[in-house]
């Protein structure tokens, strides 16, 4: 039998969005990675995934091997090379500066047009991360506690994202959690994480397990949805951490 393949979300769903790993949820994570293979997707940037996740697991390089990480919705993938003791960038897939500066305008194309107020943001509205671009309604830096009041029944950014999906219909726009929208290549998803997974695991999906906060329609984990693999919805960390417990049995 197949082991199976244990995929999660991060900001929501491991730890609170941009907030670091909690030390109960890092020990669950380490005793997940001893008996299966794990990746966590999320359209956070690579190097958000060092500070807020990476710096607070204490796994050593044996377990961490077993672990393959898929920044900004799986446009790259890092995974734990034991000889450099480090992590290794198996491939990127980056945006032409021509398609940033074009996400960008539309982008403020769209809030402006909107009507939505965007004033007085903690940090950029708007974050180039190389394969994706991100805007956060109250900046890259906003506390989770703004970030959750701002705009919790989407309706925000949904006057945006129906801008853009007109402006920019050849580009991927997902809206995410709390306060996000994260925009990438037509196709790039985390839907295209899994199949990506998939190839490099060589494992079917009847045997992959996924774990997210925002599998709502429209959310930036519902795609995996229909690629059909086990989806199980959380609230939030804890939750998570409850499941993965529960599937370590």
């Given at each position: 039998?197949?082991?199976?393949?244990?995929?999660?979300?991060?900001?929501?769903?491991?730890?609170?969005?941009?907030?670091?790993?909690?030390?109960?949820?890092?020990?669950?994570?380490?005793?997940?990675?001893?008996?299966?293979?794990?990746?966590?997707?999320?359209?956070?940037?690579?190097?958000?995934?060092?500070?807020?996740?990476?710096?607070?697991?204490?796994?050593?390089?044996?377990?961490?091997?077993?672990?393959?990480?898929?920044?900004?919705?799986?446009?790259?993938?890092?995974?734990?090379?034991?000889?450099?003791?480090?992590?290794?960038?198996?491939?990127?897939?980056?945006?032409?500066?021509?398609?940033?500066?074009?996400?960008?305008?539309?982008?403020?194309?769209?809030?402006?047009?909107?009507?939505?107020?965007?004033?007085?943001?903690?940090?950029?509205?708007?974050?180039?991360?190389?394969?994706?671009?991100?805007?956060?309604?109250?900046?890259?830096?906003?506390?989770?506690?703004?970030?959750?009041?701002?705009?919790?029944?989407?309706?925000?950014?949904?006057?945006?994202?129906?801008?853009?999906?007109k402006d920019i219909p050849?580009f991927e726009i997902r809206?995410?959690?709390?306060?996000?929208?994260?925009?990438?290549?037509?196709?790039?998803?985390?839907?295209?994480?899994?199949?990506?997974?998939?190839?490099?695991?060589?494992?079917?999906?009847?045997?992959?397990?996924?774990?997210?906060?925002?599998?709502?329609?429209?959310?930036?984990?519902?795609?995996?949805?229909?690629?059909?693999?086990?989806?199980?919805?959380?609230?939030?960390?804890?939750?998570?951490?409850?499941?993965?417990?529960?599937?370590?049995?």
């Open positions: 039998m197949t082991q199976k393949i244990i995929v999660c979300d991060l900001d929501g769903t491991l730890a609170p969005s941009k907030a670091p790993l909690e030390k109960s949820m890092a020990d669950v994570l380490c005793r997940v990675l001893e008996k299966h293979k794990m990746a966590v997707i999320s359209g956070a940037s690579y190097k958000q995934f060092q500070s807020q996740f990476l710096d607070h697991l204490s796994c050593g390089g044996e377990i961490l091997k077993n672990l393959y990480l898929f920044p900004t919705n799986g446009t790259a993938c890092f995974i734990f090379d034991a000889a450099e003791n480090g992590w290794k960038n198996l491939y990127e897939e980056k945006m032409t500066a021509q398609e940033i500066d074009k996400i960008i305008s539309a982008l403020q194309n769209a809030v402006s047009k909107s009507g939505v107020d965007v004033s007085n943001p903690f940090g950029e509205l708007i974050e180039d991360r190389g394969s994706q671009v991100t805007f956060s309604g109250r900046g890259q830096e906003a506390p989770l506690d703004v970030k959750k009041i701002w705009d919790p029944d989407k309706t925000k950014r949904q006057k945006i994202v129906a801008i853009l999906e050849e809206i995410n959690a709390n306060s996000s929208i994260d925009i990438t290549h037509k196709g790039i998803d985390k839907a295209y994480a899994i199949r990506k997974i998939e190839e490099m695991l060589k494992v079917g999906r009847e045997n992959i397990v996924f774990l997210g906060d925002a599998l709502f329609p429209g959310g930036n984990d519902s795609s995996v949805i229909p690629t059909g693999v086990k989806c199980i919805a959380v609230s939030g960390p804890e939750e998570a951490e409850r499941e993965l417990i529960n599937i370590l049995g």
